[in-house]
């Protein structure tokens, strides 16, 4: 974030300008994180909590090197978060990519087919409903080993908002292109890159990025429970089994950043795919 | 010319979602030449876009059949290509790739640098070539529009179907689109259906215009061919002397099917009361000073004297609304020109003969003829001088207003002009016109002259706009004027209001006669409900000073009552029919005999004369004669109308009424 702007106006009271017009944009969100921090701090030192305040992200020194060094690999484990963050990104976009083919492909069948799905819909309603974490025993369980499992969990928990918003979006297609597609028979082809995909995109990048957001959540979730694996979610669980709680604040910190990150990208590639839409 | 189109009693039913059917369209029957540019118009509700959409293949229809050159219509296609109300761009394609989709899609096999040429040939066509790679969405609504035309139009279909193309549009662009529209189909002599609320623009646009009324069960009510020769310009058309009548006849149709859907909405049940089988009526007028006996029945209390509580006068702005009412069963009973119950017993209103009886003449005389100031101007003041100026004046044609083809206007009109050797359809055509319409043609100088009923003569004179040139009382004076007429089937199911109801309707008329309520009668009927002008305009006689047309005899000018004025005259009636023979508005009836004995109801009038009190106006008037002293015979009408100079060729038929019969209710 810019404070000053990085071309002072012709106006010499340009700073000034600028930050009276938006620092009421900016004072109060630093205001409320400042003071959120100020009063974990407190309620930490004075013993309230037994949770570590923000403060110990330095003063620990396993954790500030883990802070300053995201980068290092000493093989096995222990790796620096920045690759544990990695392992656990590569697992959903497995997932993920697995869950966004599947998604749109059945949701266009879905949605163009209306026996298909009278069929499905009661099925998927339910099955969306039934948690990531409740997944993870029935994948241990069909793959019998961490990896696909995990992979699965990431995409049962992705291929819902994925499918029910494509089988929305190719509803949704307005009865005029229908009309426009039969008066000029056209061909199936052509209906389907001309009209149903840019006619029912808006819907599929709103399953898409609903989607992203709950497979990071489904991963971290997953990991946890399975031992032994690099990943961002195990690394939690790790840091707990060994108290250092610390550790845990800047793996959360790591995540809730990671998913923020995941989000602006999907909405930056929406904006870039169907503008004005 | 062949129907490229040929539609067979259509019908087109949907399902509704609490179970059964609701019918949309029913017979409807049409057949499009190729050419041809027919628009639908009608009603929101009516089933017009429903019609459309079936002869698109878009839906089908529940029975009956669509042909497009010989083939039942069962799916949509290229050859019937639509454009839709909302454009129905493709958003993300841009001006150009629209265009080629379409012909990329219906021209596979032609070559890719032709196909192309055809995309830029119709952007041109159009004028969208600057604009061809922008998006829809950064056009405005008249430039997709034009987008939408050029698609259709790229892929060269063998009939173009338009729904409201230009509906949603500012009416600049709107106007410049028809013109362009216009100019397209000319030149590339299209065939096309257009879905239209627009008045205007169904006249400008089209060859044919297909009226709709209103659903359930919508079917065609009616077809107006436009005889406006092309290539048309917004701008001038409405200068072509049937510019307006088309219109008039469409706002008509239009007004129509809503006060049916008014009357339809609201309760309808006959209350007996007071020993009357109806005392709620609903009772049919136009305004005009002779509709003065309604107005005071009204006022004064006449109807609910005589036990008609609810009484309803229903104005209506032309006679052919009267008509319509009476046919339609809108309306119990109406004041309507004294020619109209021979003439609709004699099917004269196209259907099939309705009988209508009339108990009561409600006033004679008060007509006149005015001719425009401009024609005085060149010196024609009487019918000797507008004779001449006709042979000298070779702008066909001459129209003079009249308005019904049943009124007393008309066959005075004839008659005089016949008489003074003036043929009616030869030398002038007699155009149909609602009476608060004449005084503005007669001001933009589309008609020559009108004959109308007062107050739209004085109106005329008094403006400057026209002069009389003959009064009524110099054609035939005490010539029947307006009458109470209604359905025979009503007055045999309640035969005690018609009593009642004629007896409210004297008691008005001998009000009426009396010259002292005249200015109070004045001040009535200036109300908006009724006339709507200035009280000093209308006027029941001559005032002294008056000269001229106003008061030639000295004579009052409006009769409304007295000795053999109000009782329905048989011979007067035959009279009529031999006059709508001559000029073949109906075919003069063999059984005229039967046709009088039931129209005239004497019955009706002695006994309700004879309760008011009344006996001694209930005489027989002496024979007919007219300003030619030529008599009439009413033993020989036959005779009579071979013997008149001038008429069209008349045939006689017998002219089945059938029994008299009670309406069910």
Redesign the interface.
Known sequence: MTITPQAPTSSPSGPLLWWKRHSKVIVPPILGIFGFLLAWQLSASLGLTRLPGPLSLFTEERTRDLLLYPFYDRGGLDKGLFWQTMASLGRVAQGYFLAAVVGIGAGIAVGLNKTLNRAFDPLFQFLRMVAPLAWVPIALVIFQKNQPAAIFVIFITAVWPILINTAEGVRQIPQDYHNVALVLQMSKKTFFTKVLIPSALPYIFTGLRISIGLAWLAIIAAEIVMSGIVGIGFFIWDAYQQNYVSDILLAVLWIGGIGLLLDRLMAWIQSRISPGQ | MTALVDIQNLEKNFPLSGGGNYQALKGIDLEIRKGEFISLIGHSGCGKSTLLNMI?G?DLPTGGTVLLEGETVK????D???V?Q?Y?L????TVRQNIA??VD??MPNLGKAARDALVEEHLDMVGLTQAATKLP?QLSGGMRQRVSIARALA?KPKLLLLDEPFGALDALTRGNLQEKLMQICNEHELTAVMVTHDVDEAVLLSDRIVMLTNGPGSKIGGILEVDIPRPRQRLTVMHHPSYYSLRSEIIYFLNRQKRVKQWQARPHKVLARHGLEKVNLDLGFIPLAACAPMAVAEAKGFFTKHGLDDVNLVRETSWRGVVDGLVDNTLDAAMMPSGTPTWMTAGGHGGPPLPIVSALTISRNGNEVTLAKRLAEQGVSTVEDYRAWLGSHEREPHRIGIVHPASMHNLLLRYWLAANGIDPDRDVHLQTLPPAQMLADLKDGSIDGYCIGEPWNFRAASSGHGVPIVGDLEIWSGHPGKVLGTREDWAQAYPNTHIALTKALLEACRYCADPAHWAEMSELLSDRRYLGIKSDLIRFSAQPGDAGAFAPHGEPHHLFFGAGLNRPSRSEHLWILTQLARWAEIPFPRNYVEILERVCSVGVFSTAARELGLEDVSYQRSGIELFDARPFNPEDPIGYLNEVSLHRDFSIAEIPIGQPRAITA
């Open positions: 698109a878009l799916r949509p296609g290229p019937k290509m639509v839709f909302n129905s493709l958003p993300w394609l989709l379409a899609e219906v969405a892929i």
